[in-house]
């Protein structure tokens, strides 16, 4: 367990409506990553952090936004959250392992529905 | 860029069936590889994994080797469970300045009957 909670766990927003989920973790790891997952598609990176106030993007970024003021707290926000972001969202941390890899655990996952 | 490709689903087996979901990886240089399991309404847990060419991760009786002249990590049990059930995620992460990023193959939903 990494110590990874996403809040809510559970959230129904209209078309037009600024949303931010939020991800903590209580082990102080650097790299945080924020992922959503469809149907057929697996899942896709949106944004990523190596440290606080340290954000890249990912390959689905358009429409979505970061922050990270301090290392247990990772945020994504929907600008204006439209249909096509209804998902599943994922956080996740990484550990740097012994044999020069890492390995990346996941948070229980956000359902969003934009109506 | 890097991509994965899982066999397409959902496969469907009885219990005690032998499983086989294929991966192949596109990617430079020498990516780590994963493979992750979903079970319903949860987030995804590492399954197994492995670092170099050759190398066999296991784990819950599966088994995976990378095989870096096929660029493949392919999932194989002898014998699944109806516990098993689940959907699988092929991963590789490419090292280097990455920043442990994923790249993710689609999922493979398994159901395995009685």
């Known amino acids: 367990d990494a110590g990874i909670t996403q809040s809510p766990r559970h959230k129904v927003t209209e078309t037009g409506t600024p949303v931010t989920l939020r991800c903590h973790q209580t082990?102080?790891?650097?790299?945080m990553y924020w992922y959503r997952q469809d149907p057929g598609h697996g899942l896709r990176l949106i944004h990523y952090?190596?440290?606080?106030?340290?954000?890249d993007k990912g390959e689905v970024s358009d429409g979505y936004s970061v922050s990270r003021s301090k290392t247990e707290d990772f945020l994504l926000t929907l600008e204006s959250a439209t249909s096509s972001q209804t998902s599943v969202y994922f956080c996740?941390?990484?550990?740097?392992?012994?044999?020069?890899?890492?390995?990346?655990?996941f948070g229980p996952g956000t359902r969003l529905t934009v109506t | 860029g890097d991509s994965v490709t899982q066999m397409e689903g959902p496969v469907t087996l009885s219990e005690e069936a032998f499983l086989t979901i294929n991966c192949t990886y596109t990617?430079?240089?020498?990516?780590?590889l994963f493979w992750y399991v979903q079970y319903p309404g949860e987030g995804l847990q590492l399954l197994l994994k492995?670092?170099?060419?050759?190398d066999k991760g296991s784990n819950k009786g599966f088994e995976a080797t990378y095989r870096k002249e096929t660029t493949s990590f392919h999932l194989e049990k002898g014998s699944v469970q109806v516990s098993d059930s689940a959907v699988y995620f092929c991963?590789?992460?490419?090292?280097?300045?990455?920043?442990?990023?994923?790249?993710f193959g689609q999922g493979t939903i398994l159901t395995v009957h009685p």
């Open positions: 996740a941390i990484s550990l740097f392992m012994k044999g020069q890899e890492y390995e990346q655990y």
């Open positions: 082990e102080n790891h650097r790299y």
């Open positions: 952090s190596y440290g606080v106030k340290d954000t």
């Open positions: 990617a430079t240089g020498y990516p780590s």
């Open positions: 492995a670092t170099k060419a050759d």
């Open positions: 991963a590789l992460n490419a090292g280097g300045t990455s920043y442990g990023k994923l790249t």
